[in-house]
């Protein structure tokens, strides 16, 4: 079935074909915010949370948009609140008197010679730097491949504004990665580094 008809019978009340929607972009949404919160069992709880507010929200779902857009919002929201309300919770605590990528400017033949999990190690130090917007919009744009205009609707912000995100994360990744990892900076023709 497609997803218009999904969302139409779920809209319906139809609890099967949200249980569809369902499965159709959990595996997706849990990868993105699990890599915009740097948790995986976080984010299966944000994961669960933002289809929980879709479906109490399926009524505002504007279907010139694509569900997963509008799910993705949802969820990539829950994110931020999250990574927010940790940075709440650290600076009170503190106050109390009291915690498939490429590298971005790195060598494609050393990216190939990392796997999966070093990668997705090695980003999950780095992605720490960022901002919550930048970190979402860089997640969004390079990681999971969204296009410009739809991780703008994701994130509730001009296409613009997704690329200053993302131009500013890879500005900062790449001067971490040169302070964290040398050996993953591209060298210039003249043998100094690239940047």
């Known amino acids: 079935m497609d997803e218009a008809r999904l969302v139409r019978d779920a809209r319906a009340g139809d609890e099967d074909a949200f249980a569809d929607l369902v499965r159709r972009h959990s595996g997706g949404l ?3 915010v699990a890599r915009i919160v740097l948790d995986e069992e976080e984010a299966w709880d944000v994961v669960q949370m933002a289809f929980i507010k879709a479906w109490q929200r399926l009524d505002k779902y504007d279907s010139r948009w694509k569900f997963s857009t509008w799910l993705y919002r949802i969820g990539t929201n829950l994110a931020i609140d999250l990574i927010r309300s940790r940075a709440s919770r650290l600076k009170a605590h503190k106050a ?3 915690h498939q990528l490429r590298l971005v400017g790195g060598r494609e033949e050393t990216s190939l010679r990392l796997d999966v999990g070093e990668v997705d190690g090695i980003l999950r130090e780095l992605v720490k730097v960022l901002t919550p917007q930048q970190r979402s919009a860089f997640i969004l744009r ?17 296409a613009a504004t997704v690329r200053n995100h993302v131009f500013q994360a890879r500005k900062t990744l790449r001067r971490e990665i040169q302070t964290r990892d040398p050996e993953f900076v591209p060298e210039s023709p003249s043998g100094q580094n690239a940047l």
Do not use: F
């Open 30 to 32: 849990h990868r993105a």
């Open 96 to 98: 109390g008197g009291e």
């Open 142 to 158: 390079e990681v999971e491949d969204m296009e410009t205009g739809e991780v703008a609707e994701i994130l509730g912000c001009s």
